[in-house]
């Protein structure tokens, strides 16, 4: 499992669009985005680039750490 840092989540809309941003990148499963303490788990059914996941994160307007 995979663990990141996000930065901006506000509220459940927030959630709701990284969730949605995970999920669209190819190997992504079990995603779960924790507002509370600004995080993102996720497994990884092939290997995903961390530059990948930057990229979904920054362009759902989202920063990861
Ligand atoms: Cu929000």
Partial sequence: MKRITIKGM?????VAAV?????????????NVDLENGEATFTE???VSLEV???RIRKAGYEVD
Avoid: M, N, Q, Y
């Fill in 53 to 55: 996941v930057r990229d």
């Fill in 10 to 14: 506000s509220c459940g809309h927030c």
């Fill in 19 to 31: 969730t949605k941003a995970l999920e669209g990148i190819e190997g992504v499963t079990d995603v």
């Fill in 45 to 47: 059914a092939i290997p």
